[in-house]
């Protein structure tokens, strides 16, 4: 299995930051790469597919880059909102395999 | 907007078989694979298996060989058992709608339920 290491685990921020966090895979998977948000009690929501394409309806204050094995995913303007866990997901080879989740929380 | 909706008991005996539904609305199965992903504290998220909406179900290895997974288009559903489970199954399953090899991504979620593996 292909596995996913992001970095950091967790990141204190304040509103109006930008800040950015990382996914490394174990083998390259092109650009099949996708970046979730999870909220407490909730089921993860899509916000980045293919490494750089923003989900419809999603705000462009979020954006994803890299393909290989080395993705960045980055939030400009924290909303008070944005503080979740992100999670990258790779789909280039079964099975699908998530990261370990970059807790964001308010400093 | 697809919505997506797990259904099945909630506790579930060492050794006997989990069985759970999807039920998909507002939009076709056509098209689609139909993903289940479950969560758990100590594994985080793990991707279980999928089916195309016309068959031909992918597995995870992980769950060796315990999992299979149904689609009933006619009923717009999806299933999955997995057989002989133990307390590391313990977990929130989820559903999901899956845009499968090529733009792809979970796009559409179910809101999960908690299966307990217990005696």
């Known amino acids: 299995d292909i596995q996913m290491t992001q970095s950091p685990s967790s990141l204190s921020a304040s509103v109006g930051d930008r800040i950015t966090m990382t996914c490394q895979a174990s083998?390259?998977?092109?650009?099949?790469l996708n970046w979730y948000q999870q909220k407490p009690g909730k089921a993860p929501k899509l916000l980045i597919y293919?490494?750089?394409n923003l989900e419809t309806g999603v705000p462009s204050r979020f954006s994803g880059s890299g393909s290989g094995t080395d993705f960045t995913f980055t939030i400009n303007s924290l909303q008070p909102e944005d503080f979740a866990t992100y999670y990258c997901?790779?789909?280039?080879?079964?099975?699908?395999?998530f990261g370990q989740g970059t807790r964001l929380q308010i400093k | 907007q697809v919505q997506l909706q797990e259904s099945g008991p909630g506790l579930v005996k060492p050794s006997e078989t989990l069985s759970l539904t999807c039920s998909v609305s507002?939009?076709?199965?056509?098209?689609?694979?139909w993903s289940w992903i479950r969560q758990s504290a100590g594994k985080g998220l793990e991707w279980v298996g999928r089916?195309?909406?016309?068959?031909?179900?992918n597995y995870n290895p992980s769950l060796n060989g315990r999992v299979a997974i149904s689609v009933d288009t006619s009923k717009n559903q999806f299933s999955m058992k997995v057989t002989s489970v133990t307390d590391a199954d313990t977990a929130v399953y989820y559903c999901?709608?899956?845009?499968?090899?090529?733009?792809?991504?979970?796009?559409?979620w179910g809101q999960g339920t908690r299966v307990i593996v217990s005696s």
């Open positions: 089916i195309y909406y016309s068959g031909s179900p």
């Open positions: 997901q790779q789909y280039d080879i079964l099975p699908y395999t």
């Open positions: 083998q390259g998977v092109t650009k099949y």
């Open positions: 507002g939009g076709s199965m056509d098209s689609y694979y």
């Open positions: 999901a709608r899956d845009r499968g090899d090529y733009a792809g991504g979970l796009d559409s």
């Open positions: 293919d490494a750089t």
